[in-house]
């Protein structure tokens, strides 16, 4: 109702929604918050799509002498999966300072494990493991800036 008791326009009429939606698209908003009167709506837009980060390319091998070459060392993490930050944000281990972290090293983990919260725009995003295993590694700080795609955890899916 507008302010003389008469009936206002709905803001949460379909079409003005597909027109918020497309100006959030426009001016790249995650998020809208709407009230009318009692009435709330908060609109949330998926993360942008992912960014291409060129990586360098190996460094050419020197020619060496005529012996079979040296066994190159197994790589440690050849067999794990990593857990990559899926925005760019502040990555907390724990809901508070006071509380556990999440996870642990040495801690199984499923699909739907919450590993951490990753902060962006003051808005505190749970992050689940996505994959089941071990976490072996806790590749971020707490309270610190994550990239996007930035390796948070490294897990062992056969442990």
Do not use: W
Request: overall charge negative.
């Amino acid at each position: 109702m507008s302010k003389g008791g008469k009936p206002g326009p709905d803001i949460f009429d379909i079409e003005r929604l597909r027109m918020i939606v497309a100006l959030m698209e426009e001016h790249e908003l995650s998020e809208v918050d709407l009230q009318q009167g009692d009435e709330k709506i908060k609109l949330n837009r998926g993360s942008a799509a992912p960014v291409y980060v060129p990586t360098a390319a190996p460094a050419p091998v020197a020619a060496g002498s005529a012996s079979a070459p040296a066994p190159a060392a197994a790589d440690p993490h050849a067999n794990t999966i990593t857990i990559d930050a899926p925005m760019i944000g502040t990555f907390y281990s724990r809901a508070n300072p006071e509380s556990e972290p999440f996870v642990k090293v040495g801690q199984r983990v499923t699909e739907d494990t919450i590993v951490c919260i990753v902060e962006a725009m003051k808005v505190f995003n749970e992050i689940p493991a996505e994959c089941s295993g071990t976490v072996v590694e806790i590749l971020a700080n707490d309270q610190q800036p994550v990239d996007f795609g930035k390796p948070m955890f490294r897990i062992d899916p056969s442990a």
